[in-house]
């Protein structure tokens, strides 16, 4: 059956019908005072049977769009994709889960009902070595399995009788079992996790068949793994059997009525680390008309290093306040204080970005520039966010603005991915 897809937008309305489809909660959706709505309070994927609900982040598209997309039910492949690498890769990268190393795990904003994690460790078995295939036969006595003649002429007994030579007893090579099960195990690992997860896993199943019901035998396949835990020889091996472990453990653990869900709650913190990304590959200059951010796509190192940098020492009361700035830069006797923004708009003033700008005026000796600006998610273009007015800017010549730019999400996420 074809999958049927909704889309949703992080911070906009949702409706009440992808509530009732998608059994939505307070994990995935907020009421809003402002609007008197509920509104979307993730980024990521809902799956239900054949549904997909994909959340794309703050002004990912203009909500019109969404509308519209919500009607055709069009499948946007590249976008989910997209989304799902960005995810991904941040957990990965920044290790935000408890448990080390976590292809999906993440921190208390982020939650995945699929072994992901696990699953990738089987596949990144499955690329360098193909299938499990330790060869693990045992050459025993019988008949009821292939005669390994080699064996049976080297071991037996050999009696003439009536003019023939007769072996006895017969040897035969017998696969063992838990080779095979292994095997079996891990082409379903593979090719049941790219079925349905091939929206945004582009990668080549096995082919491999097995008639047996691994979702619906756990209990039997763990007890069956775990033997063959015991059984394999090589340090490789022994992790991949411990991956499939966890595989099925955690799909015993977290399955829920066929609901799936793979989101991240607090999608700020992406934001800010792929802005962090982008301005440190393609950062060149400010634009003195506008006062906006100049980028080049195709330079990737930037002249200028930005870093997230902490000011500990600018309070000496008992408060001990300090301010904490995402991206700055002090170079030539230039001031750079770029703030990533995850908003939807902006609405109000920022006086947190106001007192850094006053805070650090007099920090640096010699300065002469400072350029301050706050990078939000949405259509590329600029905004003055605040500007001193006459009557108020007294001695000030240099930072007397703080400007808004807009950067493309989609072109923000596709520069991270190609690190």
Known sequence: ?????????????????????????????????????????????????????????????????????????QELSQDIRLLFGVIKKYCETENTSASAGSYMGANAGYDSDYPFKPFYEVYEYYQKYGLYKEKETKIVEGTSWKIDWKSTISKANKIISGGNLIFSPLYVSKKNYNAVFITECMAFIIDHTIENYHDFLCMKKTGSKSKFDFLNNIDYVLMQLKISENTVFK?????????????????????????????????????????????????????????????????????????????????????????????????????????????TSVNNLNYKQLAYNEILRYHYPGIVEINNILLLPGIEHVDNHFSYSAGYIGSRTIGTKIVEQFLSPKNIMEDYLRQ
């Open 1 to 73: 059956m074809a999958a049927i897809y909704y889309y949703g937008q992080d911070g906009i309305i949702v409706d009440d019908e992808l509530i009732e489809i998608f059994g939505l909660g307070t994990k995935e959706i907020k009421y809003s005072d402002k609007i008197g709505k509920n509104v979307f309070d993730m980024v990521g994927f809902v799956f239900r049977n054949n549904k997909t609900l994909v959340v794309f982040p703050k002004n990912y598209y203009d909500s019109s769009y969404i509308n519209l997309l919500n009607k055709s039910h």
């Open 235 to 343: 340090d490789v091996n022994k992790k991949l059997v411990r991956s499939m472990i966890e595989f099925f453990e955690e799909h015993r653990g977290k399955a829920r009525g066929g609901y799936t869900h793979v989101k991240i709650r607090y999608f700020d913190m992406i934001w800010e680390k792929m802005v962090a990304s982008f301005i440190n590959k393609h950062f060149v200059g400010i634009d003195s008309s506008t006062g906006a951010a100049l980028f080049d796509v195709f330079l990737q190192t930037s002249m200028i290093s930005f870093e997230d940098k902490t000011y500990n020492d600018i309070d000496d009361s008992w408060h001990h306040f300090s301010i904490h700035i995402d991206h700055l830069a002090y170079v030539n006797d230039k001031l750079y204080i770029l703030d990533s923004k995850y908003y």
